[in-house]
Structure formats: C-alpha cells, structure tokens
C-alpha cells in the first residue's frame, strides 16, 4: 500500500499569497527592508502535489529580488502532522511535478525590479 492511499492530500493544490501577476520591489509583500520582527514571512505562492509542497517566496539582494523556492513532504504519525526534505520512491514524481509546476508560475509572475530615479 501506498502512502499516498493513507493520507487524505488532494492530488494537486495551487495557492497565491497576491494575486496579481507581477511583484513589484518595495511593495507591503515585498519591503527589500529586513526587520527584526517575531512576524514569519509567508510565501508568495504554495504549490502542493499529493504530499509534496512547494513554497515560492521573494528574496531581497543588493542585485534585486529574486525568487527561491522551498520543498518538503507530508507525512502522519502517532503525533501528528509532520514534514521531511527526503523523498524516495513515488514521492520523486510528485517533487518534480511539484518543481515543475513551481517554475512554470515563477515564469508566469515575474518580479517587476523598481526603477532608478534618472
């Protein structure tokens, strides 16, 4: 039996923090600013194929914004809900699927640099 049959995961799952197209620089999603706050930054998109999600957040550089993205892998215990970063046998298949719907969006949703003042 798979673990797939035991978890109760949809099949694929998309979700976006902002829904508009293009994140500018400096926007309230995006401040370019690092903050000493208790506050967890969110990213900006998720992605989720059966158990396996991936989350896209926005980075800050002195070279611009850019996008990275994040994996990890479901599973139930005894205790709960927990997540891991390895996969193996049908969890490959949905890490890529997942990696390839995550770059298809990053593709989709370019990051809109601020323009210099001339």
């Known amino acids: 039996m798979f673990l797939l049959d035991r978890l109760s995961f ?4 998309s979700r976006s923090v902002n829904k508009t197209r293009a994140f500018k620089v400096g926007s309230p999603l995006n401040t370019g600013e690092m903050k000493m706050t208790n506050e967890k930054k969110a990213p900006v998109h998720t992605v989720r194929v059966g158990n396996v999600e991936a989350a896209i957040w926005v980075n800050d550089s002195k070279n ?3 996008y990275s993205t994040t994996f990890s892998r479901k599973y139930r215990t005894d205790d709960g809900v927990k997540n891991s970063d390895s996969y193996s046998g049908d969890a490959l298949l949905r890490l890529a699927k ?3 719907l995550a770059h298809t969006w990053t ?3 370019p990051l809109v640099q ?3 003042a001339a």
């Not at 949809?10 to 799952?13: D, G, I, K, T």
């Open 10 to 13: 949809p099949l694929a799952f």
């Open 64 to 66: 611009g914004s850019f």
């Open 98 to 100: 997942a990696a390839d």
């Open 107 to 109: 593709a989709e949703n």
């Open 114 to 116: 601020k323009q210099e």
